[in-house]
């Protein structure tokens, strides 16, 4: 059974700078895309980046440019450094993964499996 799990996240000023990571556990992990949503009080769930099963990568139109997904140094990890962060980043930060097919890869409700979130916030 796959699992994934996130670290880091906590507060940062504006301008600044931040890396979340995703641990995935499981067997097959090679044929799962490994995604991050994000979610603020009071609206949906937003996709944020993905990196397909093929190393491919895959951003949102509110950050791209600012943040960068990759391959951790951990094994089977995945990262998400924020750079030049605004106070409209503060969400609860989702790693999800998903065998999903590519033209879905930004819809949250094709993912089952999810970690727990971790808390991002962005002082002004």
């Known amino acids: 059974q796959v699992q994934v799990a996130e670290s880091g996240g906590g507060l940062v000023q504006a301008g600044g700078s931040l890396r979340i990571s995703c641990a995935a556990s499981?067997?097959?992990?090679?044929?799962?895309?490994m995604t991050w949503f994000r979610q603020a009080p009071g609206k949906e769930r937003e996709f944020v980046a993905a990196?397909?099963?093929?190393?491919?990568?895959y951003y949102g139109d509110s950050v791209k440019g600012r943040l960068t997904i990759s391959r951790g140094t951990v094994r089977n990890t995945v990262d998400l450094q924020m750079e030049t962060l605004k106070p409209e980043d503060t969400a609860v930060y989702y790693c999800?993964?998903?065998?999903?097919?590519?033209?879905?890869?930004?819809?949250?409700?094709?993912?089952?499996?999810w970690g727990q979130g971790t808390q991002v916030t962005v002082s002004s």
């Open positions: 999800a993964t998903s065998r999903t097919v590519l033209s879905l890869l930004r819809a949250p409700s094709v993912y089952h499996i």
């Open positions: 499981g067997t097959g992990l090679n044929s799962y895309h």
């Open positions: 990196l397909s099963r093929t190393s491919h990568t």
